[in-house]
């Protein structure tokens, strides 16, 4: 089956705690990249790659960090995270048609 | 000015009515559009694409109006099930802008 997993899917944490979320996607997509949801602001880019070891910072990069080793791998780090990081956050794989997959989300809640 | 705008709604409608949602962007570069659906707390969904002669998905039909730069979703007879949030997604040079979402309950 098709798909983008994602993990952790929900997370408490404090502020300073470095993060990982992990992205995986089984399509062999070449461009995957980062949301955040958040009420009345939709979703906002984080960062994105078009393919191996090509990332680049879309709307809302700072705080964030990526990186893309392998086509179907493209982790989140939040190296010390901040309450205003607390948030909804999608990873999506894209195919040649633009077609966006999305993960299931992670519900990340900074205190 | 928001690159991508929707009416946020809530829009409560009965079953059996037909509903339009309107989405306008900024980019008149952009070179292709979406629907895309969400229910609460889970990932958006492709809907439908948009095509520039306007296209139909049974009960859905998705129209683009580059000179007016918006896009519509038009969902007729209206079933409980269609209850959600529906986002429109614009592509602009392989960066892909959504949305804030409109709100759709459908009551029986």
């Known amino acids: 089956e098709a798909q983008v997993t994602q993990n952790p899917r929900y997370l408490i944490t404090v502020t300073g705690k470095k993060l990982t979320v992990t992205c995986s996607q089984n399509m062999n997509h070449e461009y995957m990249s980062w949301y955040r949801q958040d009420p009345g602001l939709g979703l906002r880019q984080i960062y994105y790659?078009?393919?191996?070891?090509?990332?680049d910072k879309g709307d809302v990069p700072e705080g964030y960090k990526v990186s893309r080793k392998e086509k179907r791998n493209f982790p989140l780090i939040l190296e010390s995270p901040s309450p205003n990081q607390t948030s909804l956050y999608f990873c999506?794989?894209?195919?040649?048609?633009?077609?966006?997959?999305f993960g299931e989300g992670s519900w990340l809640t900074v205190v | 000015r928001k690159e991508v705008e929707q009416d946020p709604g809530p829009f409560n409608v009965p079953e059996g009515a037909t509903v339009a949602f309107n989405c306008t962007y900024s980019n008149s570069a952009s070179q292709s559009f979406f629907w895309y659906r969400q229910d609460c707390r889970k990932e958006p969904k492709l809907l439908m694409s948009?095509?520039?002669s306007g296209n139909e998905d049974g009960r859905f039909t998705a129209q683009l109006n580059r000179a007016s730069q918006y896009i519509s979703l038009l969902i007729r007879d209206s079933k409980l099930s269609d209850s959600a949030t529906y986002l429109c997604?614009?592509?602009?040079?392989?960066?892909?802008?959504f949305g804030a979402g409109t709100r759709l309950t459908v009551k029986p």
């Open positions: 790659s078009m393919n191996v070891e090509v990332t």
């Open positions: 948009v095509y520039s």
């Open positions: 999506a794989s894209r195919n040649s048609r633009n077609t966006i997959y």
């Open positions: 997604a614009v592509n602009d040079n392989n960066d892909m802008r």
